[in-house]
């Protein structure tokens, strides 16, 4: 018979446990919340890119071989699963997005809550959901919004496997870590990183070598597993070698096009907008890390592995050479977790630590950057381009035009007619709804790894795409004349008639091209 102690204890129990399960709904609820103002903006070049892939994947072409990109083929397969679940709208893969970047925050309060206390996981998780919403940084639809999923679950299960023990625990980190490698390439350093750990550690307790080596074998085996499943159907296709050009020698080519100097101002100018737009986590994780640096002798396997999974994610942002801001949303999971713990040491953990007044001042002074800085991106987006950096200003005005020259396009053109773009625009195709003429269907792989402008004409002589939108201008090509060689204005000359200036492009028809009757339908 249950005592009044008992019902008391079992109360309590589903009281928390109804606390914990309305925690996790908000979390699940806070970046689709901050993502909806922000879902019918127009498509990124890059998010043009991965939705004209995905609708010729729904239409039955191959990414690599039919239509050239250099990122691995899951961003593909999200768009399209976001497509066959919400329609053919800009909207449906940044809700995709938005959902997985709940469900990150989900793996990563059960994560923390393996190795830290309960209220670091709850504000490690709050914090993440926050910062789902910095501008720039997050809000739309690239490779990095899917890739933390699978790339934090990863971690998760890898954190199961040192507390558990079992190789399953091993494998499903590994095959999580493929999932997010083959969502983008720079996952692989994360992968590494845990790897090196268990190497080290199992050393240190393992009786035989093959005890030692044991987790990080289930790992890799794990990662190469779920990798090969999504490379399988090139492999059978007969497209292995466009699938490992595109993800991998392409990649090397694009990322040794820059000069370290130009690494470096770009380095510069990405860290800087960065601190900016998220000053307290930045502070938060130096903090953080000296926190965890203080409590280094009694540090565990899983807390190496964060701090190492947090400068492989560095590694990540950085390899590229780039620093695009949203490059940076890979290291808000490391940096959310790092800000948590030195607020929980400081702040929470019932220790009484007098905090005086420079203290506060300065984490007002944080936010209070953070919070302008977004704020002047969201409330004043142009303004704010146009001061800072005038070829942004220009890129989000021709984002804007694109479905308007797209819609011109699709009126023109029937269902079954192939276009060409040329130049970086690739999000006309999309709001056009017509495919591209030719696999390469935009300049960047004329710019980074030169195949012969001879090639391309000649592909286009054989797929006589009906209209041609010449978007190489300036201001954003300075250099605009050199881009269209002799040879380029020779087959223009030759084939194509002048329309006339659409919005930022100018437009070419074939010659000889009667718009067909079912000109203007999707």
Same mark, same amino acid.
């Given at each position: 018979?249950?005592?009044?102690?008992?019902?008391?204890? &079992?109360?309590?129990?589903?009281? @928390?446990?109804?606390?914990?399960?309305?925690? #996790?709904?908000?979390?699940? !609820?806070?970046?689709?919340?901050?993502?909806?103002?922000?879902?019918?903006?127009?498509?990124? @070049?890059?998010?043009?890119?991965?939705?004209?892939?995905?609708?010729?994947?729904?239409?039955?072409?191959? *990414?690599?071989?039919?239509?050239?990109?250099?990122?691995?083929? #899951?961003?593909?397969?999200?768009?399209?699963?976001?497509?066959?679940?919400?329609?053919?709208?800009?909207?449906?893969? @940044?809700?995709?997005?938005?959902?997985?970047?709940?469900?990150?925050?989900?793996?990563?309060?059960?994560?923390?809550? !393996?190795?830290?206390?309960?209220?670091?996981?709850? !504000?490690?998780?709050?914090?993440?959901?926050?910062?789902?919403?910095?501008?720039?940084?997050?809000? =739309?639809?690239?490779?990095?919004?899917?890739?933390?999923?699978?790339?934090?679950?990863?971690?998760?299960?890898?954190?199961?496997?040192?507390?558990?023990?079992?190789?399953?625990?091993?494998?499903?980190?590994?095959?999580?870590?493929?999932?997010?490698?083959?969502?983008?390439?720079?996952?692989?350093?994360?992968?590494? &990183?845990?790897?090196?750990?268990?190497?080290?550690?199992?050393?240190?307790?393992?009786?035989?070598?093959?005890?030692?080596?044991?987790?990080?074998?289930?790992?890799?085996?794990?990662?190469?597993?779920?990798?090969?499943?999504?490379?399988?159907?090139?492999?059978?296709?007969?497209?292995?070698?466009?699938?490992?050009?595109?993800?991998?020698?392409?990649?090397?080519?694009?990322?040794?096009?820059?000069?370290?100097?130009?690494? !470096?101002?770009?380095?510069?100018?990405?860290? #800087?907008?960065?601190?900016?737009?998220?000053?307290?986590?930045?502070?938060?994780?130096?903090?953080?890390?000296?926190?965890?640096?203080?409590?280094?002798?009694?540090?565990?396997?899983?807390?190496?592995?964060?701090?190492?999974?947090?400068? &492989?994610?560095?590694?990540?942002? &950085?390899?590229?050479? @780039?620093?695009?801001?949203?490059?940076?949303?890979?290291?808000?999971?490391?940096?959310?977790?790092?800000?948590?713990?030195?607020?929980?040491?400081?702040?929470?953990?019932?220790?009484?630590?007098?905090?005086?007044?420079?203290?506060?001042?300065?984490?007002?002074?944080?936010?209070?950057?953070?919070?302008?800085?977004?704020?002047?991106?969201?409330? #004043?987006?142009?303004?704010?381009?146009?001061?800072?950096?005038?070829?942004?200003?220009?890129?989000?005005?021709?984002?804007?035009?694109?479905?308007?020259?797209?819609?011109?396009?699709?009126?023109?053109?029937? *269902?079954?007619?192939?276009?060409?773009?040329?130049?970086?625009? /690739?999000?006309?195709?999309?709001?056009? =709804?017509?495919?591209?003429?030719?696999?390469?269907? =935009?300049?960047?792989?004329?710019?980074?790894?030169?195949?012969?402008?001879?090639?391309?004409? =000649?592909?286009?002589?054989?797929?006589?795409?009906?209209?041609?939108?010449?978007?190489?201008?300036?201001?954003?090509?300075?250099?605009?004349?050199?881009?269209?060689? *002799?040879?380029?204005?020779?087959?223009?000359?030759?084939?194509?008639?002048?329309?006339?200036?659409?919005?930022?492009?100018?437009?070419?028809?074939?010659?000889?091209?009667?718009? *067909?009757?079912?000109?203007?339908? /999707?």
């Amino acid at each position: 018979m249950r005592t009044t102690d008992d019902r008391a204890i &079992a109360a309590a129990l589903r009281r @928390r446990q109804l606390l914990e399960a309305g925690f #996790l709904a908000l979390l699940l !609820l806070i970046p689709i919340l901050l993502y909806l103002p922000f879902m019918h903006a127009p498509f990124e @070049r890059d998010e043009g890119t991965y939705a004209t892939i995905a609708q010729g994947l729904l239409h039955g072409k191959l *990414p690599y071989r039919d239509l050239f990109d250099n990122k691995p083929p #899951l961003i593909y397969g999200w768009y399209a699963i976001s497509f066959l679940l919400f329609g053919e709208t800009v909207s449906a893969p @940044r809700l995709l997005a938005s959902a997985c970047l709940s469900l990150t925050g989900v793996a990563l309060y059960q994560q923390v809550r !393996l190795v830290l206390p309960k209220r670091v996981a709850v !504000l490690s998780a709050l914090l993440f959901a926050i910062s789902t919403g910095l501008p720039m940084v997050a809000l =739309n639809a690239n490779t990095e919004a899917y890739m933390l999923l699978p790339l934090v679950s990863s971690l998760m299960f890898f954190t199961f496997g040192l507390q558990r023990g079992g190789s399953r625990w091993f494998f499903l980190s590994g095959l999580a870590a493929g999932l997010a490698i083959m969502t983008k390439q720079v996952a692989v350093f994360n992968l590494l &990183a845990l790897a090196a750990v268990s190497l080290v550690w199992y050393r240190r307790h393992a009786t035989t070598q093959l005890q030692a080596i044991s987790p990080a074998c289930w790992m890799l085996g794990g990662a190469a597993v779920s990798s090969a499943l999504v490379a399988l159907p090139f492999a059978l296709s007969g497209a292995l070698s466009d699938f490992v050009y595109a993800t991998l020698s392409y990649n090397w080519a694009y990322i040794s096009f820059l000069t370290l100097a130009q690494r !470096l101002e770009n380095m510069g100018y990405g860290v #800087l907008f960065f601190c900016l737009i998220a000053a307290p986590f930045v502070a938060g994780a130096l903090g953080g890390i000296w926190v965890v640096w203080q409590k280094r002798a009694s540090a565990t396997a899983a807390d190496y592995a964060l701090v190492l999974w947090a400068v &492989a994610s560095a590694i990540g942002v &950085a390899s590229g050479g @780039r620093f695009f801001p949203h490059y940076f949303l890979q290291l808000m999971p490391a940096l959310a977790v790092l800000t948590a713990i030195v607020i929980y040491d400081r702040v929470l953990d019932g220790k009484y630590r007098a905090l005086g007044k420079p203290f506060w001042a300065g984490a007002l002074a944080l936010v209070v950057i953070s919070i302008g800085t977004a704020s002047i991106m969201v409330a #004043l987006p142009g303004r704010a381009e146009e001061q800072v950096a005038s070829n942004v200003y220009t890129q989000k005005q021709w984002e804007q035009y694109s479905e308007e020259l797209g819609e011109y396009i699709q009126a023109q053109t029937g *269902p079954n007619d192939v276009i060409f773009n040329y130049g970086l625009e /690739p999000q006309v195709y999309f709001y056009a =709804n017509r495919q591209p003429a030719i696999p390469y269907f =935009n300049d960047w792989v004329l710019k980074y790894d030169a195949v012969p402008m001879q090639d391309i004409i =000649n592909d286009l002589d054989g797929t006589q795409p009906a209209y041609i939108i010449d978007s190489i201008q300036a201001p954003l090509f300075d250099n605009f004349g050199a881009a269209h060689p *002799p040879m380029w204005r020779d087959f223009m000359a030759a084939h194509y008639d002048y329309v006339g200036r659409v919005q930022f492009a100018d437009v070419y028809r074939l010659k000889g091209y009667v718009t *067909p009757p079912d000109a203007g339908q /999707p």
